[in-house]
């Protein structure tokens, strides 16, 4: 018989939470179904995993999103400009299937288009994915058809990367995949999904955090370089990632990552940029010289001053607001008295990003709702900021009704619709403050305060800080002792402050 200093110490294995345990919205919104979970329920002996559930369960809430969509698909796309506004259902979609050359077999970035728009403003990833969706569009019937075939089949695959986001975000936080289901059932998630493209770096963004989290930091960076290669924001992980890396030592993982997104980002992008380089920079140049836009505060700002600020000065102000909000994050990472989550620090970089941005297209909060679910998993944070979305995606279509009508009574006025940008504003403000305060205070977070430490940081979930500053260092040396008992045990309970 092996002696208790032989016998190994089996840590039992860490208990899935569940929300209607937890959090209050949850279990008050469980009522719908039979209420929160009991203590005798036989969980995980069902074919109805989380998982299962919360894919099936976003690919309804977007199949409801396409059918709030069907007054433009029967007319309101091509019969008057404000209706596809009054219904709240405009799309880009079938809009640019003629007017970006897809009807007349144009190839993307290679043949210049006619009128002002010489050559397709999307990054190469995504003017593929666009460019996929007109191959598969049956080219039969008049234009009006085609447009409504195109975004069909746009449709169908930009559901595949709904469904995609859902699953990753549920497996993305092991002990957590009901969390998943905030994304699925997002209202503003299933309003915006098909009015652009950028469900495509949406899902690749979470298939990266998704990798990180599994300590696989080369699949990782790939897959944030081909999201880059569709959109510009995702680039913006590696700077928390860095600063989050330096603070633990994990050097070989971040430079794992990065080589791994450079060198997804080339592969798309370097053929493109050496055989027609006018229309591959003609995302960057139309980025740079892009006035100010919908939904940003500059437009507020514009429309109320007899002296609007020039495009030069908003570029330049813009861009240093974001090197700000880097420096601003670094130093919270730094001082923090426990090593922020790797979400936590993705959402607040991105979200710098959107709010001091020129322009805040609608379908942008879809860049910002996996983040936002993985920073701060509470329903009720989630969903005042989501109230705060829908008022805006509804603000900017009755504004452009406004516009376009002609009717002073139709609509919503320009002062109203600078109510609904500053709604969507302090909604986005709103969620970065209590992630701040999260970070802050460990013991508010709801992640650490089930017991884990950072579920979404792979190799830098548990792992010891090398770099600290300020007070933050004696926090930790105070902390680490009752820190690694809690990791060797398995012992759940409140995190070490």
């Not at 430079?255 to 960057?284: C, D, E, R």
């Not at 209590?434 to 430490?453: C, N, S, T, W």
């Amino acid at each position: 018989m092996p002696s208790a200093e032989t016998t190994p110490v089996r840590v039992a294995e860490p208990e899935t939470v569940r929300p209607t345990r937890e959090d209050e919205i949850a279990a008050a919104g469980s009522e719908l179904i039979g209420g929160p979970v009991g203590r005798r329920a036989l969980l995980g002996t069902s074919w109805w995993t989380p998982v299962r559930v919360i894919a099936l369960v976003a690919i309804g809430m977007f199949a409801l999103g396409l059918v709030q969509k069907a007054p433009c698909y029967n007319g309101a796309w091509f019969f008057g400009a404000s209706s596809q506004y009054t219904h709240a259902c405009y799309s880009d979609i079938p809009h640019l299937y003629q007017g970006r050359g897809f009807a007349d077999g144009l190839v993307p970035y290679f043949d210049k288009l006619p009128g002002d728009m010489d050559y397709l403003e999307y990054p190469v990833l995504t003017g593929v994915f666009m460019e996929v969706a007109a191959w598969l569009t049956p080219g039969s019937g008049g234009i009006q058809q085609q447009e409504q075939w195109y975004w069909f089949v746009n449709a169908a695959m930009l559901m595949i990367c709904a469904a995609v986001i859902a699953v990753c975000v549920a497996r993305t936080h092991r002990r957590r995949p009901w969390d998943g289901l905030l994304v699925a059932l997002a209202p503003a998630f299933a309003l915006t999904a098909t009015i652009n493209w950028d469900l495509l770096a949406v899902a690749l963004t979470a298939a990266a955090m998704l990798m990180w989290s599994r300590s696989r930091p080369v699949a990782f960076g790939v897959l944030l370089g081909l999201a880059t290669a569709a959109k510009l924001y995702p680039v913006f992980l590696l700077g928390p990632l860095l600063v989050l890396c330096w603070r633990a030592g994990k050097w070989r993982a971040f430079f794992q990552a990065t080589g791994g997104a450079v060198a997804a980002w080339l592969v798309v992008n370097l053929p493109v940029m050496l055989f027609a380089f006018p229309g591959w920079s003609k995302f960057y140049t139309f980025s740079h010289d892009r006035s100010v836009d919908f939904g940003s505060f500059w437009l507020i700002w514009a429309q109320n001053s007899s002296n609007p600020p020039s495009i030069d000065f908003v570029n330049t102000t813009a861009s240093a607001l974001v090197v700000l909000s880097f420096v601003g994050i670094a130093a919270l990472a730094f001082f923090a008295p426990r090593r922020p989550r790797f979400a936590q620090l993705a959402f607040l970089m991105v979200a710098a990003f959107i709010l001091t941005n020129k322009v805040y297209s609608p379908q942008y909060v879809l860049w910002l709702v996996p983040l936002a679910v993985l920073a701060r998993p509470k329903w009720r944070d989630f969903l005042v900021w989501q109230a705060c979305e829908v008022a805006y995606f509804l603000g900017i279509w009755m504004y452009l009704a406004y516009t376009t009508s002609g009717d002073a009574h139709k609509g919503l006025p320009t002062n109203g619709y600078h109510w609904a940008i500053a709604l969507h504003l302090l909604g986005t403000l709103y969620l970065c403050a209590v992630v701040v305060r999260d970070i802050l205070m460990p013991e508010r977070d709801v992640v650490r305060r089930a017991g884990d430490d950072d579920p979404s940081g792979g190799v830098l979930d548990g792992a010891p800080d090398v770099f600290v500053l300020g007070g933050a260092a004696q926090d930790r040396r105070a902390a680490e002792p009752a820190e690694a008992l809690r990791l060797e045990w398995g012992v759940q309970g409140e995190p070490t402050p």
